[in-house]
């Protein structure tokens, strides 16, 4: 029985050995790829920026922030959505879930939670969740999805 055990075993780590391999040689493949398209990206010259022969240099444009069109601008009513509720910080909490679902019946998910809450890190632009203090019952927090 001993000898059964120890080939198992044996076979058990084998597997172990291959898939830990498996991963090594993705994540290599993985850089090479990210490697030659960043080199392709460049224009495959790579000391192009660290010298220069030419006297001139190139100097970036100040970005003019008032050229920069808003594409949430056009939206109105039912299409814009909004995503944070600064103004129901220091509210009542069953108050504020009220407001949050009126303003957007679309979410899945609106939860009171209290300060300090244990919670997933996942992003959820159809959840919000409002965190309170259990002693007042006012929110603590400006609610936002995510």
């Known amino acids: ?33 990210l490697l030659l398209v960043v080199y392709h990206n460049i224009g495959g010259n790579i000391s192009a920026s660290s010298s220069s022969t030419s006297s001139e240099s190139v100097a970036e444009k100040p970005v003019d922030m008032s050229q920069i069109r808003n594409p949430f601008a056009s939206l109105s009513g039912s299409q814009a959505r909004k995503g944070m509720w600064p103004e129901l910080k220091d509210s009542d909490v069953d108050t504020a879930v009220q407001v949050i679902k009126s303003q957007r019946p679309d979410l899945r998910t609106v939860v009171k939670l209290p300060e300090g809450s244990m919670v997933t890190k996942d992003y959820r632009l159809d959840r919000v969740r409002v ?16």
């Open 131 to 146: 965190y309170y203090d259990t002693s007042t019952n006012k929110v603590t927090k400006a609610p936002m999805a995510g």
């Open 1 to 33: 029985m001993p000898s059964r055990v120890s080939s198992i075993n044996r076979s058990h780590k084998l597997e172990e050995t291959k898939q830990s391999s498996f991963f090594y040689v993705g994540a290599v493949i993985s850089g090479l790829v």
